[in-house]
């Protein structure tokens, strides 16, 4: 077994019974995989699902929890009614966070787990991110992190393990500028147009709001796939019909 498996492994059992925040994204589908594998019934997944949450990773959260045999809740959560994230303040994610963490120590308590982690790895301190400062008040352990685990570590374990290597994604509100009002229409609104993107082979897809236009963020290597009149001529009424205006494509990746 790699040594940073193994070292990941023997951490993981030394902290159960625990209950795992789980997006289903790259970063907490590998310590799903590993922590099945250390702890068995001890180890709960826990997914919250709601308006910001893009298309798809619901249902490939729980299609992995269901192939690993572990345990899976979900349930729902309405960041809308916090009002830092309705207005999309630059605490959105801080308060996000916050419920999302506790919500996830209520599950914690109920099913008798000593600990609550999430998908934070060593990369992730380069970056702003308010939810860490949450996690951290909040004593939530982050098992990536606590064993120097970074992004290239991560996909290369992923790829050992037969785990599907994806671009990260995030919260749908990230597509709007801050102080813009979110509601669920237009989430939803965004996170349909991407998904018609991603439904077509696109990796890397960001739809982002900038006033009346939309700029549109693909990988550098798909835009001819992306300006095939079979595709353009098609999205392009797509996002008419979503009303989301004008669109350009960001030729900077």
């Given at each position: 077994?790699?040594?940073?498996?193994?070292?990941l492994?023997?951490?993981?059992?030394?902290?159960?019974?625990a209950v795992?925040?789980?997006?289903?994204?790259?970063?907490?589908?590998?310590?799903?995989?590993?922590?099945?594998?250390?702890?068995?019934?001890?180890?709960?997944?826990?997914?919250?699902?709601?308006?910001?949450?893009?298309?798809?990773?619901?249902?490939?959260?729980?299609?992995?929890?269901?192939?690993?045999?572990?345990?899976?809740?979900?349930?729902?959560?309405?960041?809308?009614?916090?009002?830092?994230?309705?207005?999309?303040?630059?605490?959105?994610?801080?308060?996000?966070?916050?419920?999302v963490?506790?919500?996830?120590?209520?599950?914690?308590?109920?099913?008798?787990a000593?600990?609550?982690?999430?998908?934070?790895?060593?990369?992730d301190?380069?970056?702003?991110?308010?939810?860490?400062?949450?996690?951290?008040?909040?004593?939530?352990?982050?098992?990536?992190?606590?064993?120097?685990?970074?992004?290239?570590?991560?996909?290369?374990?992923?790829?050992?393990?037969?785990l599907?290597?994806?671009?990260?994604?995030?919260?749908?509100?990230?597509?709007?500028?801050?102080y813009?009002l979110?509601?669920?229409?237009?989430?939803?609104?965004?996170?349909?147009?991407?998904?018609?993107?991603?439904?077509?082979?696109?990796?890397?897809?960001?739809?982002?709001?900038?006033?009346?236009?939309?700029?549109?963020?693909?990988?550098?290597?798909?835009?001819?796939?992306?300006?095939?009149?079979?595709?353009?001529?098609?999205?392009?009424?797509?996002?008419?019909?979503?009303?989301?205006?004008?669109f350009?494509?960001?030729?900077?990746?």
């Open positions: 077994m790699d040594k940073t498996l193994a070292k492994e023997r951490y993981l059992r030394r902290q159960g019974p795992l925040l789980f997006s289903g994204g790259m970063d907490s589908s590998l310590l799903l995989t590993v922590a099945a594998r250390a702890l068995g019934a001890r180890l709960t997944a826990l997914t919250l699902a709601g308006p910001h949450i893009v298309p798809g990773e619901l249902a490939g959260a729980w299609h992995l929890a269901r192939r690993l045999g572990v345990r899976h809740l979900i349930r729902e959560i309405d960041p809308l009614v916090l009002p830092d994230f309705r207005n999309n303040t630059p605490q959105r994610c801080y308060a996000c966070k916050r419920a963490i506790q919500a996830g120590w209520q599950v914690a308590r109920g099913q008798g000593r600990v609550l982690w999430d998908g934070t790895n060593l990369d301190l380069s970056d702003f991110r308010p939810g860490l400062q949450a996690a951290r008040e909040l004593g939530v352990t982050s098992p990536l992190l606590d064993t120097g685990l970074g992004k290239a570590a991560i996909r290369r374990l992923s790829r050992e393990l037969g599907p290597v994806r671009p990260p994604q995030s919260c749908l509100a990230t597509r709007f500028p801050h813009t979110l509601s669920r229409d237009a989430l939803a609104r965004v996170g349909q147009g991407e998904a018609w993107l991603r439904q077509r082979g696109f990796s890397w897809v960001r739809l982002r709001l900038e006033g009346d236009a939309v700029r549109l963020e693909l990988a550098a290597e798909e835009w001819a796939a992306f300006l095939a009149p079979e595709v353009q001529g098609p999205f392009t009424a797509l996002a008419a019909r979503l009303g989301l205006g004008r350009y494509l960001d030729r900077r990746g």
